[in-house]
């Protein structure tokens, strides 16, 4: 995961623009961390085992949780005490990777980062103290900081106010925690990876979007940057335009196993030619990365350009964090034909399409 340099992103008209990741104020937010003393509750746990909630801490918390946005800690403080109080008070079931010890805080919110497998770019860092995020400052510029005085505001932040609330973000939290059960089960497996997949009873489905989809489709454009070929952001109207033209081809992918839904983790979008098909946009969410689902979705889109007799071309626009895709790319026969601007042209190879891994079942429709 990449800490520094630059993201790309757009508007609503889809042209490229870059900006360093310094944390500034417009870039959403996926997770809040937060301080316990003095921030999360009024005084100090080791002085007083009864401390209180701030006023409006938990119906913050409350209603970040159901627009999807994450919520950990980083507190100087004892472990079983805090989550124990946290418990009382109704909030522990809220917070993800709480980094409760007696070390730096800005080495407990890269913890947490790389728990969640998300940007620092993407965290806001909540304390009273100036020191605490004067440290948080100094070692993670990218991580926005914020004065536990600014928590009456903290629901109307822009940076914490998506724009849709979908079925997946209500359910962020919810399936983070179940990938978490998949993890611990799956470093207590004694086999190889393959066969612990095969258990999982992973079904992958694929679909042209509909009208409800569109706006989890614009969340996955806005929040996936590891796995995202071209680094582009699309708004609702446009992938609406997409989803009802005769020239394009949206499609969504979701995932499920015994462990519960991941939600829709892919999108591919596809400008039908008459001899190319162009692949504009490929992205998948970063939690199924050890899922070994990557090719699925390539391979679906390769059968259905060699099934229409078109070529299949991609684009790739490289990002600080998306070589992945890349390599992706590489690996799944595309063979780089130009450069120009900054972009990359492949073309792939239709003529030996693998299939899908067995421990998958897929499902297409469409």
Same mark, same amino acid.
């Given at each position: 995961?990449?800490?520094?340099?630059?993201?790309?992103?757009?508007?609503?008209?889809?042209?490229?623009?870059?900006?360093?990741?310094?944390?500034?104020?417009?870039?959403?937010?996926?997770?809040?961390?937060?301080?316990?003393?003095?921030?999360?509750?009024?005084?100090?746990?080791?002085?007083?085992?009864?401390?209180?909630?701030?006023?409006?801490?938990?119906?913050?918390?409350?209603?970040?949780?159901?627009?999807?946005?994450?919520?950990?800690?980083?507190?100087?403080?004892?472990?079983?005490?805090?989550?124990?109080?946290?418990?009382?008070?109704?909030?522990?079931?809220?917070?993800?990777?709480?980094?409760?010890?007696?070390?730096?805080?800005?080495?407990?919110?890269?913890?947490?980062?790389?728990?969640?497998?998300?940007?620092?770019?993407?965290?806001?860092?909540?304390?009273?103290?100036?020191?605490?995020?004067?440290?948080?400052?100094?070692? *993670?510029?990218?991580?926005?900081?914020?004065?536990? =005085?600014?928590? &009456?505001? !903290?629901? +109307?932040?822009? #940076? %914490?106010?998506? @724009?849709?609330?979908?079925?997946?973000?209500?359910?962020?939290?919810?399936?983070?925690?179940?990938?978490?059960?998949?993890?611990?089960?799956?470093?207590?497996?004694?086999?190889?990876?393959?066969?612990?997949?095969?258990? *999982?009873?992973?079904?992958?489905?694929?679909?042209? =979007?509909?009208? &409800?989809? !569109?706006? +989890?489709?614009? #969340? %996955?454009?806005? @929040?996936?940057?590891?796995?995202?070929?071209?680094?582009?952001?699309?708004?609702?109207?446009?992938?609406?335009?997409?989803?009802?033209?005769?020239?394009?081809?949206?499609?969504?992918?979701?995932?499920?196993?015994?462990?519960?839904?991941?939600?829709?983790?892919?999108?591919?979008?596809?400008?039908?030619?008459?001899?190319?098909?162009?692949?504009?946009?490929?992205?998948?969410?970063?939690?199924?990365?050890?899922?070994?689902?990557?090719?699925?979705?390539?391979?679906?889109?390769?059968?259905?350009?060699?099934?229409?007799?078109?070529?299949?071309?991609?684009?790739?626009?490289?990002?600080?964090?998306?070589?992945?895709?890349?390599?992706?790319?590489?690996?799944?026969?595309?063979?780089?034909?130009?450069?120009?601007?900054?972009?990359?042209?492949?073309?792939?190879?239709?003529?030996?399409?693998?299939?899908?891994?067995?421990?998958?079942?897929?499902?297409?429709?469409?």
């Amino acid at each position: 995961m990449s800490e520094t340099g630059t993201t790309v992103k757009t508007g609503t008209t889809g042209k490229i623009d870059e900006t360093d990741e310094t944390g500034e104020a417009g870039k959403t937010v996926k997770c809040v961390v937060w301080d316990l003393d003095h921030t999360v509750w009024d005084g100090v746990l080791l002085e007083d085992g009864r401390v209180t909630l701030r006023p409006g801490v938990a119906d913050a918390i409350r209603t970040l949780d159901e627009r999807g946005i994450l919520h950990s800690i980083a507190s100087r403080n004892d472990h079983a005490a805090a989550m124990a109080r946290l418990e009382e008070l109704g909030l522990a079931e809220y917070f993800l990777h709480p980094q409760i010890n007696w070390g730096a805080k800005s080495a407990s919110v890269r913890s947490v980062a790389e728990a969640l497998n998300i940007g620092l770019d993407t965290i806001a860092f909540i304390d009273d103290q100036p020191f605490e995020r004067d440290e948080v400052s100094f070692a *993670l510029p990218q991580v926005r900081c914020l004065d536990a =005085a600014e928590l &009456p505001g !903290l629901t +109307r932040l822009p #940076e %914490l106010m998506p @724009r849709f609330a979908t079925d997946d973000s209500r359910r962020r939290r919810e399936m983070y925690r179940a990938d978490q059960v998949r993890k611990d089960a799956e470093e207590r497996f004694d086999g190889a990876q393959d066969e612990f997949l095969a258990r *999982l009873g992973m079904r992958f489905e694929i679909a042209p =979007a509909g009208e &409800p989809d !569109l706006q +989890r489709a614009e #969340e %996955l454009t806005v @929040r996936t940057n590891q796995l995202n070929t071209t680094g582009v952001t699309y708004s609702y109207e446009e992938l609406d335009a997409f989803r009802t033209s005769d020239r394009h081809l949206l499609l969504t992918a979701s995932l499920t196993d015994r462990y519960g839904p991941y939600g829709t983790i892919g999108l591919a979008l596809v400008e039908k030619g008459e001899e190319d098909w162009h692949l504009r946009l490929l992205l998948m969410s970063c939690r199924v990365m050890s899922r070994g689902v990557g090719t699925v979705l390539i391979n679906h889109v390769k059968r259905l350009a060699r099934d229409a007799g078109a070529r299949l071309i991609a684009d790739f626009v490289p990002t600080d964090r998306n070589r992945m895709m890349y390599v992706s790319f590489k690996f799944n026969g595309f063979e780089e034909i130009s450069r120009e601007d900054g972009r990359v042209r492949f073309a792939a190879d239709l003529s030996s399409i693998p299939p899908d891994p067995a421990y998958l079942d897929v499902r297409a429709a469409g």
